[in-house]
């Protein structure tokens, strides 16, 4: 992985996105088009954001961040399930959740 490389893991409902960085930060952001742009301020370049598909709430957030040049993940939830199940993790809370999903992510890249 590398050390310059910013991964964001997006927690994608219906209304909010809830976005866990590999620094263990959190930021919250509506699912909407001025929430899209707030989220754009936190990434760069060397950004990558990886969310799980989620229904279609993840498909407008998916395709604005790859307009603006950002790369972008998006995983089958059961894949993620299946390696975490590896890791024996049984707890999915969301910020183990995101953390062992940001590692994963870092793995494959």
């Avoid at 959190?26 to 301020?41: H, I, M, P, R, V």
Wanted: charged share 20%; glycine share 4%; net charge positive.
């Amino acid at each position: 992985m590398s050390k310059n490389k910013q991964f964001l893991g997006i927690d994608v409902s219906k209304e909010v996105l809830d976005v866990y960085d590999n620094q263990g930060n959190w930021s919250q952001f509506t699912n909407d088009a001025s929430g899209f742009k707030e989220l754009l301020l936190i990434t760069s370049s060397l950004t990558h954001c990886i969310m799980e598909a989620t229904g279609y709430y993840h498909v407008r957030l998916a395709y604005f961040l790859l307009e603006k040049g950002i790369l972008v993940s998006v995983e089958n939830p059961l894949k993620v399930k299946r390696f975490i199940q590896m890791n024996l993790s049984k707890v999915k809370t969301d910020i183990k959740f995101w953390k062992i999903y940001l590692f994963f992510t870092s793995v494959l890249c």
